[in-house]
Every structure is written in C-alpha cells, then in structure tokens.
C-alpha cells in the first residue's frame, strides 16, 4: 500500500521522559528500517530538486533517500557525508521545517517528505553498524589552526582535513563540542551521538586539544608564528545578553548560557556525583522564545522532578514569558510542542520590567508590563508595544534569562586587525568567509548572532573551501 | 593531564603547589588567573597564580583548603595530575609607576598581592604593604613580601602575632599622615576587607583597585555567573577583571552572590566525609 501522510517518529511518553530514569533520555527515538524504507519511498525523486536549495551545505537529497528506499544504507551516509561530516548531529537539530522540508513538494498538497528524520535514520545505522572509520590521508605539509569545536569548526576541520590537511582544533573548554556540549541537552542530542561524531572528525585526523583559550593562551599572532598557514575561528556566540533591567543580578537568575552549561557540561544534574552545583526552586521561569529558552525550560522541569525534596508533591511550575506570541517565537515548532507536552506554561505578550529580590539576594518575583503586537519590524516578525499601566507580578523563585547572544571579543580584542561590525561580529566576506586579516577565516555565531548549527556548519565548509583554493 | 611537580603546606591550610603548564607560565603576567579542574567529575575552580617559572614551564598555584574541591585537589601530590588546566585568564594588572603605592592583602589574597606588589616595585613605585591574617600560623609570604615592599606592615586578628586588629587600622593611620603622599591603593582578600579598604579611600579620595573573587563556571565570557555591578553596569570578572575600581563595586551584591551555592558546597563537602 502506498504511504500518502508522513510516517510519524515514535517519542518517548512526556509523563516518562521528564523524570527519572529516563529524565536526560533522547525524546525523539528515530525511524525502524521498516518506517524508514516506507517515507523514503514518498520522495518523488524530483529532476529539479527544490530540498537541496534549502539545505546550506547542499546534500544531494534525493539521491541519500534513493538508497534508503533500495536499502542500501551504507551507500546512503555515504552520499551525506560528501557534504556533512555530523549527520546524526544535522538529523537532531536542523530546523528542517524552515530549510529542505519547507522546499519540498509533496508539502504543497500534505506532509513534506521527512529529511530530518531519514538522515538521522542513515546515520544513527552506521553508529550501529560500522565500527571502524574510514582511513584518511594526511599527506600535505600546510598546518591550520581552527578555534573552537562548535558546528562550525568541526566541520571545517573535517573538510581540510579530507583534502590532506594537517588540522588542530583548539577548544578553550575541557571537553569538544561547542554549543553541541554545553548548550543543547542530551534529551535533544544524546552524548554518545555527539561523541561518535566528534570521534569522526578525529578519524579524519584532526587533533583536537582542550583547554587552551586563544585570544588568552595564544593570540592569532602566535598562532602563525607556531607554524600554521591559515585559521579559522569558529569562537561562537560566547556572551550572554542580560537587558539591562533593575534585579539582575539577584541570587537565582541564571543566563540560559550559565544554567545549561552547567547541566550539560558540568553535569550539576548529577550533583553531587559530580561537583558542580546548581541552586534551583520550585517556580522557574524562562524568559525568551527561542530554542534556548526551551531548552532551559525543559531541563527546569527535569532538574525540579529529580530533586528528592520533590518527592512529596510540592508545588512546582515552569513558565516560558515571551513577549510575542507563539506565532511569533523564534523556537522550532517540533520543539514548542514537546514543551507543550510536557506541561510547562507559556504567558506570551509579556514583558520583565523589573526583579524583586529578598533581603538574601534572591529573586522572589518579576514585575511585568503585558503587550500587545503592532507593526512589524526590521526581522518581520511583529514588534511587542508595552500597555501603559498593565504592570503586574509573577512570584518566581528562579530565573533563567534566554534572549540572546552577542560574540565573544576575546579573540577581535586582541587582534585589532580583525575588524568587527557595532555588534561585535567579526566582518567576514559571505563568500569566502575571510576576515579583514589575511589568511584568517571565520565563521559561525561569531560572525553574526546566534544562527543555526546547519548555518554554521555550512560558513564552515565555505572557509575550508576558500582555504584549500587559496593554497593549493 | 596536568601533573604536580612540587607541592608544599605554606601555612594552616593553605597550599601551595607547582604545576607544569609551559603555554601559561610564559604568558601569565601578575593580576591574571587560572581555572583547573581536579578529576573528570570535578567543578571549575579559579586560582591564583603566585609565580611562574618560564624556564621549568611550570606555574604555582595557592590555595586554601575550604571546599570539595580543594580539599580533593589536596589529596594529590607530587607526581600526581589533575585533569584541566586553562589560562592565563582575565586581564593582567596595570603595572605602572604612580608613585607611592599601598598594597593590602588579608588571608589568601596575599597569595596574588605579591606577584602584583613585585612588578610594581620593578617599575619604580614605592611599594608600602600591610598584609594580614587571622591569626599568626595563617599568614604567607611574609618574608617574600619583606623583600619586595619598602616598608611591610602585618597584623593579626587575635594579636597572636605582630599588631593584633586589621590591615584596615594600619591603612586609616597611613592614610592620615599625609607625608606619605600614597597615589594609589590595591586590595586584595576576603569581600568583607575589600570593601573597608574602599570605604576608607574613599573618604581620602584615592584611587583604589580590587581583585574580586565572583563564582565562575567557564571563565571566558560565556556564562556570566561571575557578573558584578560596577557602578551600576553589569560587568563579568572573568574577562573584563578581575580587577576593578574598588570605588564602583556594589559590595553587598557580590557577597549575596558568593553565598548562592553555600548549601550545596555543604552537600558535597559530606560526600568526602
């Protein structure tokens, strides 16, 4: 029988999934081979293909899903990985429904084919099935330095390195991964995924070394002088933004960067197993509207179920304050709605205008103004307008801030050569990637705010792409 | 895995180790800071770098024994690694000749007053110190601050050595004596000494440069658990300090924050107990 709607992923059960055992476990659980084969088989094997113009590294779409409907899985990952070196990673946490899926044209009648979903599938079989990874050539003398092991570097690592490049990657925290690591939970992408994926890259024969901050342990400078011909910096959107409201900095009020590093990286979820702590109550409140935010909010609502003082039913509550609407949050739909799920609130059209703190310092409340949307601004979307004399207080005792990032200015600090716009993004050629310092590239959220992981991979491979031109 | 290649007690729970670390010790210059992690189940901590040794490749590192995380990090010796090490962290100390210089340093602190006292005192200033401890068996570096200061006052809280009271009282009575002409203060210790020192400058109008002390997770800007209100404007010790004007710290902000994991520190001392 021929499959006209889109097989469904299975999930884990919201009343499962945010307590423990299976607190931190992956959510989405992926196609079976036999789901699998069947929504592959819905591709029309379109001449003009409109996915591949949506994807930002240009993986031949059809072509990977072909090979799943004739089940040959091998030759399927293959044909990803001639343009994505994380395809377990991209599966997980690309924004399909806004990039390929969005192009395709079975959506214009029904579902869109589910390429998230059959990459993600193609991957995960090789985790499964190949233990062993390709062997690589390491055979040209340049040496390239690549800072930080995000999306971005990761992937422009990986691409240099298969054209025969010595590459080191430098990463100023303990562990590889960037915000793969430190921001995204592992119910969204599970450690041993990014781990697996990461290990690739090594494979290829990159060389990875932690704990070394460049802008601080070595400057870009020194980094020629060391011998490298080129680098790329893919320092991400290191700096949390905090409005600039009375109360910030009260006791409990954490950055969204703050709050999931310490869980994803440092592990405070485990405390005090391991040694990181985090001070959480039992009324958290998320402001933002972005994947972060719901991130945040969702590991909010873990941490508060595993704690024991939990046990006996206290009354607890995670709340998401956005001051759009839901039609207007910057966060995926797939995402909004496993929040939903899981019982966390949203209050939209509201806006913090000040914390209220005890006489220890921390936050017991947040005084709010309610909005109303007028004209839309310059990103389109509707722009929030306070209603005069709606100010009202919602009682909290934790607060994560998730509105955003700006670029970390270590690295353009002490660099003057490499220029950067008011925002504090490093000014690169979109083309190219270069910087204004010659043989320097970068790319990712240093470069521009806070994109997806697909974007940075593909400014990623856009700089490697330069870098081999430019030296061979 | 960064190993220990000497380790010595300096004073009642105090210690002071030497780590090789050949990247940092050639960059680290005085007011800077390094984050280490003890084991792979361990928090990031920052500490003081009280010397450095270009030549060995090696750093040294004081610290006092008060949490998990110190009190593991003092289990290991000589031979022995931890697992990270990152550095040099935060801006270094602006090292210039303003004249005559006081340098105040309570307990631990006096670990990162000496190597600031020390190039201040290379550049040409007239270097007058008063450290402190609470009491005698707590007190460091002494004798290497005896040698870098032109005149080194010390007290003690209970008196069981030299003056018995704080550096506060031996600064007030420099402060009055206006022979000493003093251009510039710099403080370092505990937040309850840090903010007299400011309170006391303040009122003569000297120009006074703390070291704070805010907790920290990654130490590069990313977090910002470190953020302290400098006049009025947030601001992250990890990468625009740690050093700031003592004048413009809200004080009592930054001691509620010290406090916000004083439960927890509690949970997981036990788990070594």
Redesign the interface.
């Known amino acids: 029988m021929e499959q006209k709607e889109r097989v469904k992923m299975s999930e884990l059960r919201a009343d499962e999934r945010i307590r423990p055992p299976k607190a931190y476990d992956e959510v989405a659980l992926g196609y079976t081979e036999e789901e699998a084969v069947t929504e592959s088989k819905r591709c029309i094997q379109c001449k003009n293909p409109q996915c591949v113009k949506g994807c930002p590294v240009e993986i031949d779409i059809p072509r990977f899903i072909k090979k799943i409907t004739e089940r040959d899985f091998q030759e399927s990952v293959r044909i990803i990985k001639e343009k994505n070196n994380l395809p377990a990673i991209c599966g997980r946490v690309c924004p399909q429904e806004t990039q390929c899926e969005q192009k395709c044209i079975l959506g214009k009648k029904g579902s869109p084919i589910a390429i998230g979903a059959l990459e993600r599938f193609v991957a995960d079989w090789q985790i499964k099935n190949m233990t062993e990874f390709p062997k690589t050539n390491i055979k040209l003398k340049e040496k390239i330095a690549v800072v930080g092991s995000g999306p971005a570097g990761l992937t422009c690592a990986g691409d240099l390195a298969r054209s025969g490049y010595k590459v080191t990657i430098f990463e100023a925290l303990h562990e590889p991964g960037g915000v793969l690591r430190y921001g995204i939970p592992s119910f969204r992408l599970p450690r041993e995924i990014l781990d697996y994926e990461i290990n690739y890259i090594k494979s290829l024969g990159v060389e990875i070394i932690c704990n070394v901050l460049i802008g601080k342990t070595y400057t870009i400078s020194e980094l020629f002088n060391m011998g490298y011909n080129s680098i790329f910096i893919g320092s991400g959107a290191g700096l949390p933004y905090f409005p600039k409201i009375s109360g910030m900095n009260l006791c409990r009020i954490y950055s969204a960067n703050e709050f999931l590093t310490r869980i994803n990286l440092m592990h405070a979820d485990k405390f005090p197993e391991y040694d990181t702590p985090i001070n959480i109550g039992n009324r958290v409140t998320v402001i933002g509207g972005g994947n972060t935010a719901m991130d945040s909010a969702r590991c909010s609502l873990r941490l508060i179920n595993s704690l024991t003082r939990n046990s006996r039913s206290v009354d607890s509550s995670v709340t998401i304050i956005y001051r759009r609407t839901e039609q207007e949050m910057p966060a995926r739909a797939a995402e909004i709605e496993h929040v939903k799920e899981e019982g966390i609130n949203f209050m939209f059209l509201t806006q913090p205008v000040r914390f209220i703190g005890d006489n220890r310092g921390f936050v017991t409340g947040i005084e709010c103004l309610k909005c109303e949307l007028g004209a839309p601004d310059e990103t389109g979307r509707r722009r929030p307008i306070p209603i005069k004399g709606s100010e009202f207080v919602i009682e909290t005792d934790t607060v994560i801030i998730a509105v955003g990032l700006k670029s970390n200015p270590l690295i353009p600090k002490t660099t003057p050569d490499i220029k950067t716009n008011s925002d504090g993004d490093i000014i690169v050629n979109s083309e190219t990637m270069e910087t204004t310092l010659a043989n320097v590239y970068a790319g990712g959220d240093i470069v521009g705010g806070e994109g997806t992981v697909i974007e940075a991979m593909g400014m990623g491979k856009r700089a490697a792409k330069s870098i081999i031109q430019k030296l061979s | 895995m960064i190993k220990i290649v000497n380790k010595k007690v300096i004073a009642e729970n105090i210690v002071m180790i030497e780590l090789e670390s050949d990247?940092?010790s050639k960059?680290i210059q005085a007011g800077q800071f390094i984050i280490l992690?003890v084991n792979s189940?361990?928090?990031?901590i920052p500490l003081t770098v009280v010397d450095k040794n270009c030549q060995k490749g090696t750093i040294t590192l004081v610290y006092q024994i008060v949490g998990?995380?110190t009190k593991?990090l003092n289990k290991l010796n000589i031979g022995d690694s931890i697992?990270?090490?990152?550095?040099?962290?935060g801006h270094p100390t602006e090292i210039k000749n303003y004249g005559t210089v006081v340098v105040v340093g309570g307990g631990v602190g006096i670990a990162e007053l000496l190597p600031v006292s020390k190039s201040l005192k290379e550049i040409g200033n007239i270097v007058i110190g008063i450290i402190g401890a609470k009491t005698k068996n707590m007190l460091i570096f002494e004798n290497e601050m005896r040698t870098v200061c032109d005149k080194l006052f010390i007290t003690t809280d209970d008196g069981s050595y030299e003056r018995k009271g704080f550096v506060t009282d031996v600064l007030k009575e420099l402060l009055v004596q206006s022979t000493n002409n003093i251009s510039i203060v710099y403080a370092v210790g505990p937040v309850p000494m840090m903010k007299s020192v400011c309170e006391i400058t303040k009122l003569s109008n000297i120009k006074t440069i703390v070291s704070l002390n805010p907790i920290m997770?990654?130490g590069?800007?990313?977090?910002?658990?470190c953020?302290?209100?400098i006049n009025n404007e947030?601001k992250f010790a990890c990468?625009d300090g740690p050093e700031f004007d003592g004048h413009a710290v809200?004080w009592?902000?930054l001691s509620?924050?010290l406090?916000?994991?004083v439960?927890?520190?509690k949970?997981?001392l036990?788990?070594l107990e």
């Open positions: 990247s940092i960059k992690r189940k361990g928090e990031r998990k995380t593991l697992s990270d090490l990152v550095g040099p962290l997770v990654d590069t800007g990313m977090c910002g658990s953020r302290v209100s947030t990468v809200d009592d902000e509620k924050r406090k916000l994991f439960e927890q520190e949970v997981a036990d788990t």
